[in-house]
């Protein structure tokens, strides 16, 4: 339990990130956001507030209150999954809306839209199974902490990948549309795996599932522009996902 003591600062630090990397995304343009933005945005937040209350109140003797907290908090991690499928339409409407009229989304071209869409779902996925492993392993202290810790690195892509953009864009404003869009995505990419393995190594699971999945689903979204590219992985998007 001692090793667990200060990990509630710890996981401050993606909180962080998060909400840097989302901030002009998300709060520069927060009234022309639609609903399920906002209530995604809002669950997603209170998911990384959990998970620095709850190492909390384990770690400080209020386990009952940590108890009722992760029931609320697997219904939270529900919200999470939930509301980011609802919105991977909107996905699928942006690739189309981008080949109607490219000269307003510059390098942002159809394919980034469905690629991303494809590793959403992959995340979404991976997301769900670390939280019911963590149901699981709940009364091993180290196995259902890592697979909730794990969990953050999961989610963290699409945050920091749009502040990487939108900073990346502006330094290179004179070049547009000619941007290559996916170097601030590669760079975000290996920030997240670098702190994954940082914090792996610093509690000591480098060689825990948790971990290997975490690896493998960040790693699969640097392959993000051959994965939307595929005509395949655009129909089988357009079937399953109505935009």
């Known amino acids: 339990m001692n090793k667990y003591k200060g990990l509630w ?21 927060l009234r022309e956001n639609a609903f399920s ?27 009952e209150r940590h108890r009722t907290v992760g029931i609320i908090g697997m219904f ?15 996905d699928i409407a942006s690739a189309d809306k981008s080949m109607a009229q490219p000269e307003r989304f510059g390098p942002f071209e159809p394919w980034f839209f469905f690629g ?21 392993h709940r009364k091993e202290i180290e196995n259902h902490s890592w697979w909730l810790i794990s969990t953050v690195f999961l989610i963290m892509m699409p945050a920091l990948a749009r502040g990487a953009q939108f900073v ?28 994954i393995v940082a914090a792996a190594w610093k509690f000591g699971t480098l060689r825990h ?8 689903v960040n790693a699969s979204v640097l392959f993000l522009e051959p994965i939307g590219r595929s005509a ?12």
């Open 9 to 29: 600062k710890w996981m401050i630090v993606p909180m962080v990130i998060m909400q840097l990397g989302i901030f002009m995304d998300y709060w520069g343009d």
């Open 232 to 243: 395949t992985v655009e129909s089988i998007l357009r079937a399953i996902i109505k935009s």
């Open 76 to 90: 939270l991690a529900g919200g999470v999954c939930l509301t980011a499928v609802s919105m991977l339409h909107r």
């Open 209 to 216: 599932p948790a971990t290997y999945l975490a690896v493998a």
């Open 116 to 136: 991303v869409a494809a590793v959403e779902i992959v995340m979404m996925v991976a997301f769900g199974f670390a939280v019911i492993m963590s149901i699981i």
């Open 168 to 195: 990346y864009i502006w330094m290179n404003f004179q070049q547009m549309p000619n941007v290559d869009i996916m170097i601030p995505g590669y760079i975000s990419q290996f920030i997240i795996l670098g702190l």
């Open 37 to 63: 933005v906002h209530v995604h945005y809002w669950t997603g937040t209170a998911w990384y507030l959990f998970l620095i209350i709850q190492p909390y109140f384990v770690t400080h003797g209020q386990i």
